[in-house]
Nanobody
Framework: VQLVESGGGLVQAGGSLRLSCTVS?????????????MAWYRQAAGGQRDLVAA????????NYADSVKGRFTISRDNAKKTMFLQMNNLKPEDTAVYYC?????????WGEGTQVTVSS
């Protein structure tokens, strides 16, 4: 399964960004996306790749890291094979490369990620 992240960029503190994660490949890949929980992860420079938010296969249940609760919203559109992360009230500590993957993560499903930089 190939996952492609997009939507990152440079934004001032307090600003917003919307990240997207799309699935490319075969019908197997599309089906795999639709029936699995998915998540966003992020890795700051010199840090570990941490869970940011997760969503169940049907989109009915979401979980968030404490640091982003109330500011970030995860969602998905299985018909479009796409997952989103709406990020509001961004803070400099949100600066990181953001990745999508399954939940739990699969080592072979990491994409290139998308860089988010928040200036103070």
């Amino acid at each position: 399964v190939q996952l492609v992240e997009s939507g990152g960029g440079l934004v001032q503190a307090g600003g917003s960004l919307r990240l997207s994660c799309t699935v490319s490949g075969s019908s197997f890949s599309f089906n795999t996306f639709s029936i699995n929980s998915m998540a966003w992860y992020r890795q700051a420079a010199g840090g570990q790749r941490d869970l940011v938010a997760a969503i169940t296969s049907g989109g009915s249940s979401m979980n968030y890291a404490d640091s982003v609760k109330g500011r970030f919203t995860i969602s998905r559109d299985n018909a479009k094979k796409t997952m989103f992360l709406q990020m509001n009230n961004l803070k400099p500590e949100d600066t990181a490369v953001y990745y999508c993957n399954f939940f739990p993560r699969r080592p072979d499903a990491w994409g290139e990620g998308t860089q988010v930089t928040v200036s103070s």
